[in-house]
C-alpha cells in the first residue's frame, strides 16, 4: 500500500541546535517533493520544493534532502529558533505530470525551547 | 497580494444538515483546490479545479459532497448531509501553475458536526 510517514512524535530541541525531521514514503514515484509550515488556526505555508533529480536545495536556514533510492527526505533547521516552533508537513507530487496533485504526510510538530 | 480568503472561518451544525464553504483564490490563480484536514493529520485532496473544469476529484465523498466553480474564480463546496465524521478543517489553496507550483492556501473553516 501506498503510505507518507513523518516523525509521529513532537521533535523538542534546544534553542540553536538543528532540528532534523524525516518524511519517508513506500510505492510513490513521486516528480517532485514539497515541504510546508502550518501553525495553529491557519493554513499551511509553503517552504520549499525538491525535485527527483535534485539531491539537496537551501533556503536561508532550510535544507531539504531527497533520496530517491531510500524514499526519504529529510528536512534541516539550523540554528532553530523559539519561532521555528510549528507543525512541518512533505508533500509528495503524484499523478500525472502537470496536475500537480499533492499527497501530504500527517505532520511533524517541533517545539524550540529557548 | 491577497491572499487565499476563505468563509466562514467556523461553522457548528447538526448531523444531517447541510453546510456551504465558500473560496476565493488568488487573482489569476487558474488552479484551486479544496482539502479536508481532520485534526493531527495532513490535509486531504478533495477536489482539484482548473478553471471551471475539475482535473480531480477522486477522494471526494459525492453522495454527500459537492463542489462548483463558476466562471473559473470563486469556488463553493457543501456537504448534505453532514456527518459527525465530517467534522475537520476544509482549506482552500490556489496556484498558478499546477505543474510544480507553489499552493498558497487559505486560513481555512473549521467544521463541527454535533
Known amino acids: 500500500s501506498q503510505k507518507i510517514e513523518q516523525n509521529s512524535e513532537a521533535l523538542n530541541i534546544q534553542e540553536g541546535k538543528t532540528a532534523t525531521l524525516t518524511c519517508n514514503y513506500t510505492n510513490y514515484s513521486p516528480a517532485y517533493l514539497q515541504w510546508y509550515r502550518q501553525d495553529p488556526g491557519r493554513g499551511p505555508v509553503f517552504l520549499l520544493l525538491i525535485r527527483e533529480n535534485e539531491k539537496e536545495k537551501r533556503k536561508e536556514r532550510l535544507k531539504v534532502t531527497f533520496d530517491t533510492t531510500l524514499k526519504q527526505s529529510l528536512f534541516h533547521i539550523t540554528a532553530s529558533q523559539p519561532a521555528d516552533s510549528a507543525t512541518y508537513l512533505c508533500?509528495?507530487?503524484?499523478?500525472?505530470?502537470?496536475?500537480?496533485?499533492?499527497?501530504f504526510g500527517q505532520g511533524t510538530t517541533l517545539q524550540v525551547k529557548p | 497580494e491577497a491572499g487565499v480568503a476563505q468563509s466562514p472561518r467556523y461553522k457548528i451544525i447538526e448531523k444531517r444538515q447541510s453546510v456551504a464553504f465558500w473560496c476565493n483564490p488568488i487573482s489569476g490563480h487558474a488552479t484551486l483546490y479544496w482539502y479536508q484536514q481532520i485534526l493531527g493529520q495532513g490535509p486531504k485532496l478533495l477536489i482539484q479545479?482548473?478553471?471551471?473544469?475539475?482535473?480531480?476529484d477522486s477522494q471526494l465523498p459525492k453522495d454527500r459532497f459537492s463542489a462548483e466553480r463558476l466562471k473559473g474564480v470563486d469556488s463553493t463546496l457543501k456537504i448534505q448531509p453532514a456527518k459527525l465524521e465530517d467534522s475537520a478543517v476544509y482549506l482552500c489553496?490556489?496556484?498558478?501553475?499546477?505543474?510544480?507550483?507553489?499552493?498558497?492556501f487559505g486560513p481555512g473553516t473549521r467544521l463541527l458536526v454535533l
Open positions: 479545479f482548473q478553471n471551471n473544469g475539475v482535473v480531480d
Open positions: 489553496a490556489s496556484s498558478l501553475d499546477p505543474a510544480g507550483g507553489t499552493q498558497y
Open positions: 508533500a509528495l507530487a503524484v499523478g500525472s505530470s502537470n496536475t500537480g496533485k499533492l499527497i
